[in-house]
């Protein structure tokens, strides 16, 4: 007996998945993994090329009563890359049907790592910054700057944004792209600039997006003003860290997983190994504190960090809902294997 299977291309996944929707489905997500309705190992990596390339596989299952998927991302990171004109993070997602196990979607993945890993940092923002937050720094001009830009304007009625980057013309051109884009939307867009350091973009931004490949910090504590929301995207390894040790000790630390954070992020394996903090310096997964299990931000000046590393159900989660909504579109291509 054959198997029919839907590949969606990247164009196919783009036509179907919106930021909106998005965000929704993976708040969803994030309460299903932390109510323990998802069967998820910490993802397996192995290195290509020494600290400069790695390939990670990240199976996972959410149960029928969290909606019935079952799949695996297979990602690739691949720094050199840039210099061959191809994405450093390149990745395909596997859906299988979870009553018979069969393959039903092939599906790009590397816009829906792109897209899911802005939507978390969303719906952390939506919960951990000030409510009156309307300023946002983001250090990093990549994919993941312009689709946390994107997301984070989803939840926050910005009227600033600040961006810095190492390199003068990545930033400039990241600027006047978001500045097209937000006429050509006819939106009231926020004033959007850059500036030559990464001092300026921070001192005094409500929300700070680090989206960089950094091993090392990229920001100072003393940057960051009481009541700041930062969004910690990079060094997801755990000989790497994005941000000032000191910083991550004195804010409030929320992970998507303990169990991933503890072997995976740099900034607190690190930070444990020192001595700066024990384990239990994880406030809790933002999953908990969606759905009260823990306390998210407790005051105006309580400085909050959300960890992100990226999570195969969150993967599996947006792969579905793009697969969901091709079929109703009858968009993609049918195949038999």
């Known amino acids: 007996m054959s198997v029919r299977f839907r ?3 990247e164009a196919d996944v783009k036509a179907v998945l919106t930021m909106d929707e998005l965000i929704d489905a993976m708040a969803s997500a994030l309460k299903s993994f932390s109510a323990r309705e998802v069967e998820q190992p910490v993802r397996s990596i192995i290195s290509v090329d020494g600290n ?6 990240m199976p996972a299952f959410a149960r029928a009563d969290s909606g019935g998927a079952l799949g695996a991302k297979l990602v ?12 450093s993070h390149l990745a395909s997602i596997l859906l299988m049907d979870p009553q018979t196990g069969a393959l039903k979607a092939l599906l790009d993945g590397r816009y829906i ?13 939506r919960l951990l910054a000030r409510k009156a937050a309307r300023s ?12 946390h830009l994107e997301a984070l304007s989803r939840v926050h009625t910005l009227k600033q ?20 884009a937000a006429a050509s939307a006819h939106t009231a867009a926020p004033t959007i600039g850059c500036v030559d350091h990464a001092g300026e973009a921070v001192i005094g931004a409500d929300v700070i997006a680090l989206v960089t490949s950094s091993p090392a910090p990229v920001i100072e504590s003393g940057w960051v003003k009481p009541g700041a929301h930062v969004i910690s995207v990079g060094a997801c390894r755990p000989n790497q860290r994005e941000m000032d040790p000191e910083l991550t000790a004195r804010a409030t630390f929320f992970v998507d997983s303990r169990d991933a954070a503890l072997v995976e992020s740099g900034d607190l394996v690190m930070g444990i190994s020192e001595g700066r903090f024990g384990p239990d310096h994880i406030a ?19 400085i909050t960090i959300f960890k992100s590393l990226g999570m195969a159900v969150e993967d599996v989660t947006a792969a579905d809902l793009a697969y969901r909504r091709a079929r109703e579109k009858n968009l993609g291509k049918e195949f038999e294997l």
């Open 52 to 57: 400069r390339a790695f390939f990670g596989t």
């Open 136 to 147: 946002l720094a983001i250090i990093g001009s990549g994919v993941q700057a312009k689709s």
């Open 161 to 180: 944004v600040t961006v810095w980057s190492p390199n003068r013309a990545h930033r400039e051109r990241f600027v006047d792209e978001a500045r097209s």
């Open 113 to 125: 790592t792109e897209a899911r890993t802005a939507a978390v940092s969303a719906v952390s923002s």
């Open 76 to 87: 690739t990171v691949f720094e050199a890359n840039h210099a061959k004109g191809l994405p």
């Open 7 to 9: 590949v969606l291309t």
């Open 284 to 302: 809790g997964e933002l999953g908990q504190a969606l759905t009260g299990a823990v306390p998210g931000r407790t005051s105006d000046t309580e």
